[in-house]
């Protein structure tokens, strides 16, 4: 039996983008973990390297390729399994880290607990090896900072929705929601479109893309071409209904 101490996984919050949004601790942890792992598209440095990389100095690195993003319906059979692989050997691969006792820092952006990745191999983990949780200012805070949007007042209830949720079903929340983030938005454009316009909440909608970091961009939705938009764009919807003037 070996007596090597397990490594600890650390779930690194590193915030909506700016890497100055980064917090002490996580940049303690990424200082000193001896090896960096992160999630990123295939042929792209990704998101959550970038924002690490001024809090990082000679590190082991583990890069996980998504077998696939957008190519397939991500509720389909082989969606499905091929996702469930993926993440499967992403852990087999931390685990060794960890069990040589190796410290691995494994990258998240937003927060590890909100969406993400990182879910995926907590799950796999955390009975076997510790786990330790760093979180981070999320994407939809930097965003409705970004925007200078209060997004909630008073006793206002806060709705968070996926894009990827049918157009029904999106409208049904966004009829009776006080404040509103949908995210996952991207190739979900048109059909959030659709359902914010059935609500009659389109003229309240914020479109926020790349909140806090370079290249970002706040416009009134109504104002949104159909083009094309980053899958982690972020809509906004205000809240309001519970201000009370003091």
Do not use: Q
């Amino acid at each position: 039996m070996s007596d090597v101490k397990s490594g600890t996984l650390y779930g690194v919050g590193l915030g909506p983008g700016d890497p100055d949004l980064v917090t002490v601790k996580a940049a303690r942890v990424l200082r000193r973990a001896p090896v960096v792992a992160y999630f990123r598209k295939r042929g792209h440095r990704g998101h959550a390297r970038t924002i690490a990389a001024p809090h990082l100095g000679s590190v082991i690195e583990a890069a996980f390729d998504y077998p696939m993003t957008t190519e397939i319906y991500f509720r389909s059979d082989a969606y499905v399994e091929a996702i469930r692989d993926f993440y499967s050997a992403s852990a087999r691969t931390i685990m060794e880290h960890l069990t040589s006792g190796r410290d691995v820092a494994l990258l998240c952006e937003g927060d590890p607990f909100f969406y993400g990745s990182f879910l995926h191999m907590y799950d796999r983990i955390k009975g076997s090896h510790p786990v330790s949780v760093i979180p981070g200012i999320t994407g939809m805070s930097g965003c409705w900072t970004a925007a200078a949007a209060p997004i909630t007042y008073g006793d206002d209830v806060l709705t968070i929705l996926p894009g990827t949720l049918g157009e029904a079903d999106l409208a049904a929340h966004l009829r009776t929601a006080d404040a509103a983030v949908i995210m996952k938005v991207g190739k979900n454009l048109a059909k959030v479109k659709a359902a914010l316009a059935d609500a009659g909440r389109m003229g309240e909608a914020i479109y926020v893309e790349r909140g806090t970091m370079e290249g970002e961009r706040v416009v009134p939705l109504r104002e949104l071409g159909d083009d094309a938009v980053p899958y982690f764009s972020i809509i906004l919807l205000p809240g309001g209904r519970g201000r009370r003037i003091v």
